[in-house]
């Protein structure tokens, strides 16, 4: 038995059945149909056009301008890291070798002085003298020392991970939980103590009631100090006074 067109208010006989929609078509209303599918190709291409356009204008540095941004300020915070650590490591060998030419210098000024004050005296003793020979022989041989002193540096190779930086695509302004690492670790965190909290690159500075703690990377407290002041409003580091800055309601104080 043949069917009616699916087209409202159509009262001719079906010629056709459409596979993708599965409704029955008059032949009239199956080249309208047809018409309409293909009206919809059209703009669909119209659309890839634009779109193949866009891609050719796309600017991929612009894209990722500003997380080349916070990566070279990651690269040049740990350029920084090691020349601090470098210029440390220079003091403290200048230190080594003016520790060593300042006590000869005051050996050096102590034997100047006893030779001054015997001469101005007009009186010395054959002991001064060997004592004196004695001590220039010393000078001289301590000072031969420090000339040829040579320093040994054990180095190690620093070893950079991998996951220090991690790259991940998301969303401009999108926050994803799903980014949000498991509970690494729980801490005891008395309800008397004061929220603040602020890390240098080594330790985490918090206040657990009633110390103020050092926390190292695992987690465990290295250091802490009984925390006898007022409450505190918020916690800072400083790197260039190389200290934690506590802040109170009228006072600061410098931490080490």
Known sequence: MSQSCSVKKCTRTSRWV???????????????HNAFLTSQ???????????????????????????????????????????YLFEQKCQELDQLVEEKIRQQREEL??????????????????????????????????M?????????????PLVIDDKFTLIKTTTERELDLLTLSPVYRTMRYPKESFVSLISNDRY????????LCLVDREMNIVKQKLWSYGPIWDMCW???????????????????
């Open 204 to 211: 985490l500075m918090m206040h657990q009631q009633p110390n």
């Open 18 to 32: 459409c596979d993708c929609c599965q409704q029955n078509f008059c032949l009239q209303h199956l080249n309208e």
């Open 41 to 83: 190709l059209n703009s669909l291409n119209d659309n890839i056009k634009v779109l193949r356009d866009r891609l050719k204008t796309l600017n991929i540095h612009t894209a990722i301008a500003n997380s080349r941004r916070k990566l070279e300020e990651w690269r040049q915070d740990c350029y920084k890291k090691i020349d």
């Open 109 to 142: 000024n102590r034997i100047y002085s006893k030779i001054t004050e015997l001469i101005n005296a007009q009186e010395t003793t054959r002991q001064d003298i060997d004592l004196l020979i004695l001590n220039i022989r010393l000078l001289e041989t301590n």
């Open 238 to 256: 400083s790197s260039t006074l190389d200290k934690f800055i506590v802040l109170e309601k009228n006072n600061i104080y410098l931490v080490d």
């Open 144 to 156: 031969n020392n420090i000339e040829q002193t040579c320093f040994t540096i054990n180095t190690h």
